[in-house]
């Protein structure tokens, strides 16, 4: 059998730092290209009949990492890890909020606990999308509805020290929840438990479920190791 050589996703890339990460016993991840002063970009694949009404948690997740937990659950399921995102933000000098506690979650059902009110902190993080049917980046707000109208406000939070104890996954998250990287600063955990509002993927934005984009987390104004 001869073998068939294929051209790497991003060869056009010149200068590219590609950053990976073992992780035992499951499914390699992929590759995470670093772009100086403020840019990463990696793979996902669209997931957006799951995400609009999927068995749990619907509207929640943006952008998990394929292997996690929630995986099932995402707008988009990243070729990469939670974990190779962070660690490639901060290469780029970002540093997280890291101002949610798992109280957050834990306690959203609890009125008398202020966690679940917390707004994720950190530098703010355009979320941008490469469709195979356009040249140009779009945000990840406009491919999504959003019946309260406040939109999305991205932030680094990190949360790295919560990956071991979820194992979600989650890289970004459409609201302020300690398992995101990149959390929504719009809209707290609270919000989502009273049901404020819940996205949806938007009618015709996104191609069919299965086809593979590019995401693009671009830093503004990172700051400097």
């Given at each position: 059998?001869?073998?068939v050589?294929?051209?790497?996703?991003?060869?056009?890339?010149?200068?590219?730092?590609?950053?990976?990460?073992?992780?035992?016993?499951?499914?390699?991840?992929?590759?995470?290209?670093?772009?100086?002063?403020?840019?990463i970009?990696?793979?996902?694949?669209?997931?957006?009949?799951?995400?609009?009404?999927?068995w749990?948690?619907?509207?929640?997740?943006?952008?998990?990492w394929k292997?996690?937990?929630m995986?099932h659950?995402?707008?988009?399921?990243?070729d990469?890890?939670?974990?190779q995102?962070?660690?490639?933000?901060?290469?780029?000098?970002?540093?997280p909020?890291?101002?949610?506690?798992?109280?957050?979650?834990?306690?959203?059902?609890?009125?008398?606990?202020?966690?679940?009110?917390?707004?994720?902190?950190?530098?703010?993080?355009?979320?941008?999308?490469?469709?195979?049917?356009?040249?140009?980046?779009?945000?990840?707000?406009?491919?999504?509805?959003?019946?309260?109208?406040?939109?999305?406000?991205?932030?680094?939070?990190?949360?790295?020290?919560?990956?071991?104890?979820?194992?979600?996954?989650c890289?970004?998250?459409?609201?302020?929840?300690?398992?995101?990287?990149?959390?929504?600063?719009r809209?707290?955990?609270?919000?989502?438990?009273?049901?404020?509002?819940?996205?949806?993927?938007?009618?015709?934005?996104?191609?069919?479920?299965?086809?593979?984009?590019?995401?693009v987390?671009?830093?503004?104004?990172?700051?400097?190791?």
């Open positions: 059998m001869h073998s050589s294929r051209k790497p996703f991003f060869a056009t890339f010149v200068g590219a730092i590609l950053v990976s990460a073992a992780c035992g016993g499951q499914e390699a991840p992929g590759r995470v290209i670093v772009r100086r002063p403020n840019e970009e990696f793979t996902a694949t669209v997931n957006a009949k799951a995400f609009d009404s999927g749990m948690m619907p509207g929640y997740h943006a952008l998990v292997g996690g937990r995986a659950a995402a707008l988009l399921q990243a990469v890890t939670d974990r995102v962070v660690e490639a933000l901060e290469g780029l000098g970002a540093r909020g890291n101002n949610l506690p798992m109280e957050a979650w834990e306690e959203r059902k609890n009125p008398k606990d202020p966690a679940p009110d917390t707004a994720v902190a950190g530098p703010n993080v355009e979320v941008l999308l490469g469709l195979p049917s356009r040249t140009d980046l779009i945000p990840l707000a406009s491919a999504l509805e959003d019946r309260q109208g406040r939109g999305l406000e991205m932030r680094f939070g990190g949360n790295a020290a919560n990956i071991p104890k979820w194992k979600s996954g890289i970004v998250c459409l609201y302020s929840c300690p398992g995101s990287k990149v959390g929504n600063a809209y707290t955990v609270r919000d989502y438990e009273k049901g404020v509002t819940r996205f949806r993927a938007k009618p015709g934005v996104l191609p069919p479920d299965g086809t593979r984009i590019r995401v987390l671009r830093v503004n104004a990172p700051q400097k190791a």
